[in-house]
């Protein structure tokens, strides 16, 4: 039997208007940010938010905007009715939050809806009210210049998309979310959130960048911010602040990205701040960044969503690179923790067997032990103490073990013979080396209390300063024979990046040859490379490359490096150091550009105040 051939109908308003309401509004929020927006459009500089049960019963907005007259009010409510744009050129250069003309019919479509308005010109305002996308009354209303939208039981005749709401305190946590945003993006404008006739937020005028994002975000974000000047280059300027290196966050939440003073999701950004913190904190954790870009509007795509959260740019990886470089910049610990500029410690001649290498103990006298042995027979003494049964002889032997550990200060005596400058030295001229505690923390005494440092980390730390040390470094850097030459196979697209990207990888000390269509042989790695991860640690940088659109230049491989391959081979396990080695270990920590964090992102220090000390026993 034949097919019959399908009808072809042109949908009812109605039905496309909820359609369209489905894309645009997708929960409360969405109906709050569009009407916010309009408000900001509207040139208002006070705007008041209330909801009640999440925003599924009552959105409220009000603001002192321009209002709009009768005439232009029920203009409004017309689908793709709008004051932004005329021509399509515009598209192209937008300049205000709104543009499209659907928010207003396409919320009026799905919920009971009162718009009520007055202009600066008119003597009375104007009250509609509309059910479900249809005009139900138009009468005049007294009230103040600017604009009033009540949404009432949002997605009423829209069963299924009210289904899928998440709880009353899911939704209202994304409401308060936006209001944020755009009281930290907008300083000048005062926001009011109520929550059933009860305030929960109002953002203050006046306030600095640190002083918003503290009163938004808290103290827990904003102590641990680094501010980022305005820059401009390349047609973008970029200001803003982001996390500490080593202060890190279970989820991106904290990742605040504004273009043109919208608030938006940008790749780019992102893209930045993952490689810009890669060796900074550990992976699956995000760092907080508040950035604030500007550009010529017509380099910047927003009509790419259908909620304009998304936006496409016309120069996205000339801004990735610039990002990076700035976040590079600003992350730089000599600056950011206040270590002098000129601190510097000679270091010890490179490696390639992943050692670190540290002078030899001092001499002492035979028969005798050495302080760290010492401190582990008198640790073990204590546990074995507190082991016992008897508080008074676990007390006493607990007296007797810390009269007899020898208060030596080391930073004088075992340190003499490195060669510091003077504001180096000083930098850690009042630290006292007490031990290594099981063989994993090296325990030092600073005016400040006790700073713990993790030999492993410390250790994995210097060896990447190391390897950066050595690529960057003129001439050809130390390279190792692979007894059987590898071959790699690349498809087309991978062996464009590969070959465009050739001159880095012998630069950073691979001997490369062509060896067929698309095949390459790997006649030599760098010495600090196992050679077992030579094809791995090839492929995985031009992946990276295909995957991000981006060049490999030798400061990218040196930079992912440690990340990926490095951290396995350091020196790692731990060790018992003397006082010398200990300062020794310090300070090719603190002469590198990063001791907080080891390159995989762990903690390299901690410490632990007199006034923390004291709350154990206070």
Known sequence: MPKKSPEI????????????????????????????????????????????????????????????????????????????????????????????????????????????????????????????????????????????????NLFFGVPARRKFLKSDNAEAAHILRLCRLYALLLPNVSFSLLEDSRLIFRSEAGLDLKGRIFRIFGSEISDNLVEIPKVSRGGFSVEGAISKEGVSYATNRNICVFINSRPVECRAVLSALKESYATLIPKGRYAAAFIFISMDPASVDVNVHPAKREVRLRDEFGLRNFLCEIFSNTLNPKFALGIPADFSIPRPAFSPSGEIPLPPPAPRE????????????????????????????????????????????????????????????????????????????????????????????????????????????????????LIIPVNIRFDRVDAEYFEAARDSFEDCGFGIEEFGRNVYRVLSAPAWLDLSETERFIRDFVELAREEGVSITKGKLSGDLFARVAVGKSAGGGADLSGAEAFEMLGKLLSGTNHATSPDGSPIMREISDSEISKFFD
């Open 366 to 481: 035979e028969g005798t032990l050495s302080r760290n042995e010492r401190l582990r027979e008198s640790f073990a003494e204590l546990e074995r103490a507190f082991e016992s049964k008897s508080p008074a002889k676990a007390e006493w032997k607990r007296a007797k073990i810390f009269s007899d550990i020898p208060q030596r200060d080391f930073s004088k005596a075992e340190t003499s013979r490195q060669e510091k400058s003077d504001s180096g030295s000083n930098a850690v001229s009042d630290w006292r080396f007490f031990g290594c505690l099981r063989r994993k923390w090296a325990v030092f005494q600073t005016p400040k209390g006790l700073t713990l440092v993790s030999i492993s980390n410390a250790l994995k730390r210097i060896r990447y300063e190391e390897i950066l040390s050595s690529l960057k470094r003129e001439g050809k850097v130390d390279s190792q024979q």
């Open 9 to 152: 109908r042109i949908l009812k308003d109605e039905v496309a208007n909820k359609i369209a309401a489905g894309e645009v509004v997708e929960r409360p929020a969405s109906a709050v940010k569009e009407l916010l927006e309009n408000a900001l459009d509207a040139d208002a500089d006070r705007i008041e938010i209330e909801f009640r049960r999440g925003g599924k019963t009552l959105l409220r907005v009000r603001d002192n905007g321009c209002g709009m007259t009768q005439e232009q009010a029920l203009m409004s409510l017309e689908p793709h009715a709008t004051s932004k744009i005329r021509e399509p050129e515009d598209l192209f250069k937008i300049s205000s939050y709104g543009f499209r003309g659907e928010a207003v019919p396409s919320i009026a479509s799905v919920s009971q809806f009162t718009l009520r308005t007055r202009s600066e010109d008119s003597l009375d305002g104007t009250e509609i009210e509309v059910l479900g996308g249809n005009v139900k009354s138009v009468k005049a209303c007294g009230m103040p210049r600017g604009t009033e939208v009540c949404v009432e």
